[in-house]
C-alpha cells in the first residue's frame, strides 16, 4: 500500500522535526512556513515546498498543523489563502500544535463543513522527542478519524492515545502543561531562595535532584542550570500561553486553578525580561528576592 | 567501639521507624513518646522508656527529636522535664524533625549553653525510608558536630549531607517541602479538572504519568488515587504545615513565595475537610469544581 501524501504546516522547533522523520519514512510530504526560508532544507530532503496552506493541503490526504497558538493556528486554516480553503473533501486534518479547547472545536466544525475529519492531535515531548519519533500524542476526534491517522502518528510518536471526542487532546494537554508551568515556577522560586538565603547552590542542588520532588521537566532545569544553556527545547513563551490557555478553560468548567495563577505571573515575569524565546527552564534566571 | 547511647524522641510514623532501625543496628537506645502506650513495643524490643525527654536525654550521648512541629519540638527541649534540662554537657542534640530556622537556631544557642553540640537534620523520604535506613540526612551545624552523627545517621540514612552552619539543614527541608506541597497542589487541581471535564480520567492518568512532569511524589499521589489508600506516609497536615514555614522563612529572606501561598490554601481547605491525618496524597480529594 502507498504511504498517504502528508502536509506539515508550520516547520518550528516541533514541525521541523516531525517533517524530517516524515521525509525519512518515506511519506510524499509537502511543507509550509509562514517565513520560507526555512522550509529551503526540506526542499533539498524531498519535501515540496508549499507557497501557502492552501497549496500544501490541495496536495495532501493528511494535513498536520504544528504552530505556537490559536492565532498563528487561525491564520493558517482560515482565510483565502488558509489550509481549510485547499482541503479536499475526504481529507484527514489535523492539529498538533497546543491551542484553546474553542478554536480547536470550530476548527473541527469548518472541518466537517468541508466534508474533512478533524483531529486534535497535540504532543508531549520536545524537540529532540520530535526528531526522533518518540513524541506522546493525545488524540481528539472521532474513532474512524483516529484510526486513519494511527499509521502517520505512529511514525512521529512512541504513544498514539485516543482521549475521546475533539477537543480532549487539546484539553488534557494544557492540563499537562499548567501543572509542569506550576512546577516550573516553583522550583525557579526555590532556586531564588537557595540563592538568596546563602545557602550552597551545589549541595542544595544535590538535595533537590534526589527528591521526590524530581519530575523529569525538573531534571530538565537542573541541567539547564548547571551547563548554563537555555537553547529552546520548548520556548518560555509558549509555557505561558499555555498556562494562560489552561487557566481559561479550566475556568469555563467552574475550576478556578488557583495553582496555576501565580505560575503565569511567574512566567509573564520572565517574558518581560526578554527570556520568552529562550528554554523554559530560563524562568530560573527570572526570579530573584527584592 | 562500643556504640553511643542514643535517644529518639518522639516516636511517630519517622521516629519509630528510626528507632527500630537503631535497636536492630544494635545502639543501647533510650525512648520517650508524649503517649507512653506508642513507646511499649519499643521495650519489648530493648529499649529503655523514658518518662519524661529529661530522662531520655539524661542517659543518652547521642539525642535525636522527632516530632510533627515547632510547637511539639519547644514543648520536649524545653522545661523543667524537657531534654536540655537533661542533656550531659558534651552531649550531641539533633532534630530531624522539620521546622522554622528560627527556631532551630534558638535551639541551636540552647544547646550552646549546656556545651552540647546542636545539628538540625532533618529528612527526606517518608515511613518505608525510615524503616528501611534510606532516609537522607540534611545537616546544619558545625563540622566537627557533624563528624560525631555521622555513623549514627549513617545507619538511618543512604545519604547524610553537611548543608552548612546551624539552619541550613532545616531551610534546605522547607524548600524542598514547598515545591513538594505546590506540584502536589497543582496536581489536585489537574485531577479536578479531569474530572470536572468529563475527560476519561483513566487515560488521562497515563498520559500525565507518562509525562515530564510525572516525578517520584505525583506517582505516589497516582497510585494512591489508583488504590483509593491514603494511610498517612506523609500526613497531609504536615505538609501544610511546611508550606506555611517555607513562605515565612521566605519572607524573612525578601523573596515572597508567589506559587506556594495558593498551594497552602489548596492544603488548608483540604485539612477543613478533614482530611489532615490521612497522606498528602489526600488533598486529590479536596478539590472540586464549583
Known amino acids: 500500500?502507498?504511504?498517504?501524501?502528508?502536509?506539515?504546516?508550520?516547520?518550528?522547533?516541533?514541525?521541523?522535526?516531525?517533517?524530517?522523520?516524515?521525509?525519512?519514512?518515506?511519506?510524499?510530504?509537502s511543507v509550509y512556513n509562514r517565513s520560507r526560508e526555512r522550509a529551503a532544507k526540506f526542499a533539498d530532503a524531498g519535501?515540496?515546498?508549499?507557497?501557502?496552506?492552501?497549496?500544501?493541503?490541495?496536495?495532501?490526504?493528511?494535513?498536520?498543523?504544528?504552530?505556537?497558538?490559536?492565532?498563528?493556528?487561525?491564520?493558517?486554516?482560515?482565510?483565502?489563502?488558509?489550509?481549510?480553503?485547499?482541503?479536499?473533501?475526504?481529507?484527514?486534518?489535523?492539529?498538533?500544535?497546543?491551542?484553546?479547547?474553542?478554536?480547536?472545536?470550530?476548527?473541527?466544525?469548518?472541518?466537517?463543513?468541508?466534508?474533512?475529519?478533524?483531529?486534535?492531535?497535540?504532543?508531549t515531548g520536545t524537540k529532540p522527542h520530535a526528531a526522533?519519533?518518540?513524541?506522546?500524542?493525545?488524540?481528539?476526534?472521532s474513532a474512524?478519524?483516529?484510526?486513519?491517522?494511527?499509521?502517520?502518528?505512529?511514525?512521529?510518536?512512541?504513544?498514539?492515545?485516543?482521549?475521546g471526542p475533539n477537543g480532549s487532546g487539546a484539553l488534557i494537554k494544557l492540563i499537562n502543561n499548567f501543572v509542569c508551568g506550576v512546577q516550573a515556577a516553583s522550583f525557579a522560586e526555590a532556586i531564588a531562595l537557595v540563592n538568596g538565603s546563602g545557602l550552597d547552590r551545589e549541595k542544595c542542588v544535590a538535595v533537590l535532584a534526589s527528591s521526590a520532588l524530581a519530575s523529569p521537566l525538573i531534571k530538565r532545569m537542573l541541567a539547564s542550570l548547571a551547563s548554563d544553556d537555555f537553547t529552546p527545547n520548548f520556548p518560555l513563551k509558549?509555557?505561558?500561553?499555555?498556562?494562560?490557555?489552561?487557566?481559561?478553560?479550566?475556568?469555563?468548567?467552574?475550576?478556578?486553578?488557583?495553582t496555576a495563577a501565580p505560575a503565569l505571573e511567574v512566567f509573564k515575569h520572565a517574558v518581560e525580561q526578554g527570556l520568552g524565546d529562550q528554554d523554559f527552564s530560563a524562568v530560573v534566571k527570572s526570579v530573584r528576592k527584592n
Open 144 to 163: 474512524a478519524g483516529f484510526a486513519r491517522a494511527r499509521d502517520v502518528l505512529s511514525v512521529l510518536g512512541r504513544e498514539v492515545l485516543h482521549l
Open 1 to 29: 500500500m502507498s504511504k498517504p501524501r502528508v502536509a506539515i504546516l508550520g516547520l518550528g522547533i516541533m514541525g521541523g522535526g516531525m517533517a524530517t522523520r516524515l521525509l525519512s519514512a518515506g511519506f510524499p510530504l
Open 238 to 258: 509558549l509555557m505561558t500561553k499555555d498556562i494562560g490557555y489552561a487557566i481559561n478553560e479550566a475556568a469555563k468548567c467552574g475550576l478556578p486553578l488557583q
Open 47 to 123: 519535501a515540496f515546498v508549499a507557497a501557502s496552506p492552501r497549496e500544501a493541503a490541495a496536495r495532501s490526504e493528511i494535513v498536520i498543523g504544528m504552530v505556537a497558538d490559536d492565532n498563528a493556528s487561525r491564520s493558517m486554516w482560515q482565510g483565502v489563502e488558509g489550509a481549510l480553503a485547499g482541503a479536499q473533501p475526504g481529507s484527514l486534518l489535523l492539529e498538533s500544535s497546543t491551542l484553546s479547547v474553542g478554536w480547536v472545536r470550530e476548527l473541527a466544525a469548518a472541518a466537517g463543513q468541508k466534508q474533512c475529519e478533524f483531529l486534535d492531535a497535540p504532543v
Open 132 to 141: 526522533a519519533g518518540e513524541l506522546f500524542f493525545m488524540v481528539g476526534g
